[in-house]
């Protein structure tokens, strides 16, 4: 019967006897088991009945096979190796075959990993870098691989961005949890593209905003959608340069509608946050989740009345009771773990999520209606995000104040803040609240551009 101590004893039987009982076993599964078991190789195995065994048409057997000739380390295999890497339909058995290649570390073998590296497929061309850093110093391999940092594949350039052209920091830059005090627990009363100009890099560690809604509200004039959309795009470009290597961007949005203006024509609605989304990704800004928000049907403008009585096809305008929470962070090589372990203990644990949060990506929270400003975010979204995407002692910032929801909800998390708000109705009707207990637990600094630029001098 065909155990693995058999295998085992078979092996260390003497050359040739795993080869004839390969012979003896043609289904798939032990030739498999076999292949499998081997374990640790003699230098002197016999592999010669291996070359056969990449024909077979299971691809488990033949992804064994390419591992098995990856542990006799012998460079006469490589040409049978590069015909799997090149040529086996399936991209396991193909990555294995130069992953096989790639272990044994030899000048020939390098050779054919260049040529891998123009396959068409990129987890094979990752693999292939993978067997080549083995080399990293040498000047034929850094030439080939530097060149990558501008292939079109997303994957391979980041992997040679980070081997050979990430920045090495300055070792006297401020430390990751740290933040300066000029900048903590401020409002601005300004323009944040401006404003974030005059900071400096690296500033901040987690952004959560929610911006005009192009015309659909008044306190927000914008001469066409691509102007709005450039404008968003300028915003969120100072935002990644202020923010902290991998922090988080978190950017409420929603599609709108422009009312139409007359019955001859008809409304139009905006996808801002599809739209925005491709002008994020460009400046460096990776994708991380889209959190939905849920609101009761109760809350939002009603669009079906009309559907509900004609009920024809066409014509149906669901009622929208979602808006998008987009998550993003700066794009770095490092992980995130590298973020966390950045905090001391303390830090960590008093900044843990406690029981209650939520598991989903749709998040079921009521609206906020406000007597001054028409479009508050609810604290308890405020909430959510601060405490799922900074640690305490953190700088949140919302270059999009409004009437100050982000700041104070962050206070009252053990977070600093940043607002800017250009309009001053809005900047005084938050300076207006500090006596009701909503700025007033530790101090908050009211300031025009002006006074800002005096603080940060
Ligand atoms: C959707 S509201 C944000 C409301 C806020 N999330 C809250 O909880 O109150 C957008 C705000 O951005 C402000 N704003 C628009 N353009 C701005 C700019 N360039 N700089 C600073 N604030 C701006 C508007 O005046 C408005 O108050």
Same mark, same amino acid.
Request: proline letters at 4%; one cysteine or more; charged letters at 30%.
């Given at each position: 019967?065909?155990?693995?101590?058999?295998?085992?004893?078979?092996?260390?039987?003497?050359?040739?006897?795993?080869?004839?009982?390969?012979?003896?076993?043609?289904?798939?599964?032990?030739?498999?088991?076999?292949?499998?078991?081997?374990?640790?190789?003699?230098?002197?195995?016999?592999?010669?009945?291996?070359?056969?065994?990449?024909?077979?048409?299971?691809?488990?057997?033949?992804?064994?096979?390419?591992?098995? *000739?990856?542990?006799?380390?012998?460079?006469?295999?490589?040409?049978?190796?590069?015909?799997?890497?090149?040529?086996?339909?399936?991209?396991?058995?193909?990555?294995?075959?130069?992953?096989?290649?790639?272990?044994?570390?030899?000048?020939?073998?390098?050779?054919?990993?260049?040529?891998?590296?123009?396959?068409?497929?990129?987890?094979?061309?990752?693999?292939?870098?993978?067997?080549?850093?083995?080399?990293?110093? $040498?000047?034929?391999?850094?030439?080939?691989?530097?060149?990558?940092?501008?292939?079109?594949?997303?994957?391979?350039?980041?992997?040679?961005?980070?081997?050979?052209?990430? $920045?090495?920091?300055?070792?006297?830059?401020?430390?990751?949890?740290?933040?300066?005090?000029?900048?903590?627990?401020?409002?601005?009363?300004?323009?944040?593209?401006?404003?974030? &100009?005059?900071?400096? @890099? $690296?500033?901040?560690?987690?952004?959560?905003?929610s911006?005009?809604?192009?015309?659909?509200?008044?306190?927000?004039?914008?001469?066409?959608?691509?102007?709005?959309?450039?404008? #968003?795009?300028?915003?969120?470009?100072?935002?990644?340069?202020?923010? &902290?290597?991998?922090?988080? #961007?978190?950017?409420?949005?929603?599609?709108?509608?422009?009312?139409?203006?007359?019955?001859?024509?008809?409304?139009?609605?905006?996808?801002?946050?599809?739209?925005?989304?491709?002008?994020?990704? $460009?400046?460096?800004?990776?994708?991380?989740?889209?959190?939905?928000?849920?609101?009761?049907?109760?809350?939002?403008?009603?669009?079906?009345?009309?559907?509900?009585?004609?009920?024809?096809?066409?014509?149906?305008?669901?009622?929208?009771?979602?808006?998008?929470?987009?998550?993003?962070?700066?794009?770095?090589?490092?992980?995130?773990?590298?973020?966390?372990?950045?905090?001391?203990?303390?830090?960590?644990?008093?900044?843990?999520?406690?029981?209650?949060?939520?598991?989903?990506?749709?998040?079921?929270?009521?609206p906020c209606f406000d007597k001054v400003h028409s479009a508050v975010f609810p604290v308890?979204l405020c &909430?959510?995000?601060?405490?799922?995407?900074?640690?305490?002692?953190?700088?949140?910032? @919302?270059?999009?104040g409004g009437s100050g929801t982000m700041?104070k909800?962050?206070?009252?998390?053990?977070?600093?803040?940043? #607002?800017?708000?250009?309009?001053?109705?809005y900047?005084?009707y938050?300076?207006?609240?500090?006596? &009701?207990?909503?700025?007033?637990?530790?101090?908050?600094?009211?300031?025009?551009?002006?006074? *800002?630029?005096?603080?940060?001098?």
């Amino acid at each position: 019967m065909l155990t693995k101590e058999y295998i085992k004893d078979l092996k260390s039987n003497g050359n040739g006897a795993i080869g004839h009982l390969v012979k003896d076993y043609k289904d798939s599964a032990s030739l498999t088991f076999i292949l499998e078991n081997l374990g640790q190789l003699p230098k002197d195995f016999d592999g010669s009945f291996l070359p056969e065994l990449l024909t077979h048409k299971n691809a488990s057997v033949r992804l064994w096979a390419v591992k098995t *000739f990856g542990k006799l380390d012998n460079e006469e295999y490589l040409a049978t190796l590069k015909k799997t890497a090149l040529t086996d339909i399936d991209t396991t058995v193909r990555r294995e075959a130069v992953s096989s290649i790639g272990r044994m570390r030899t000048k020939k073998g390098q050779e054919i990993l260049f040529n891998i590296l123009e396959d068409k497929d990129p987890k094979i061309i990752s693999q292939a870098i993978r067997g080549l850093l083995v080399f990293k110093g $040498e000047k034929a391999v850094d030439e080939k691989l530097k060149a990558l940092v501008n292939h079109e594949n997303e994957m391979v350039r980041t992997v040679i961005y980070k081997e050979y052209f990430a $920045e090495v920091k300055d070792k006297n830059a401020q430390p990751h949890t740290e933040s300066f005090d000029y900048l903590k627990n401020v409002i601005v009363n300004g323009d944040n593209i401006e404003t974030m &100009k005059l900071l400096k @890099d $690296e500033s901040i560690h987690l952004t959560f905003t929610s911006p005009p809604y192009y015309n659909a509200r008044d306190y927000s004039i914008y001469p066409s959608y691509k102007h709005y959309l450039e404008f #968003l795009a300028d915003v969120f470009k100072e935002v990644h340069r202020i923010t &902290k290597e991998g922090r988080f #961007l978190i950017v409420n949005t929603s599609p709108i509608i422009i009312p139409r203006i007359s019955r001859s024509h008809s409304s139009k609605r905006y996808p801002i946050p599809f739209d925005i989304h491709p002008y994020l990704m $460009e400046m460096g800004w990776e994708f991380i989740d889209d959190i939905v928000w849920l609101k009761p049907e109760a809350s939002v403008k009603n669009r079906i009345g009309g559907f509900m009585q004609h009920r024809k096809p066409l014509g149906y305008k669901p009622n929208s009771v979602t808006e998008y929470l987009m998550v993003y962070r700066k794009s770095t090589e490092k992980l995130l773990d590298w973020n966390i372990r950045e905090y001391d203990w303390n830090t960590i644990l008093e900044s843990k999520v406690a029981d209650g949060y939520e598991t989903t990506n749709v998040w079921k929270i009521d609206p906020c209606f406000d007597k001054v400003h028409s479009a508050v975010f609810p604290v308890e979204l405020c &909430k959510r995000v601060i405490q799922y995407y900074s640690y305490k002692g953190d700088l949140v910032f @919302d270059p999009f104040g409004g009437s100050g929801t982000m700041g104070k909800t962050a206070k009252k998390l053990g977070r600093h803040f940043l #607002l800017t708000e250009k309009d001053e109705t809005y900047f005084e009707y938050m300076q207006s609240k500090k006596s &009701k207990d909503m700025f007033d637990t530790f101090e908050t600094k009211f300031l025009t551009l002006d006074n *800002f630029k005096e603080t940060i001098k």
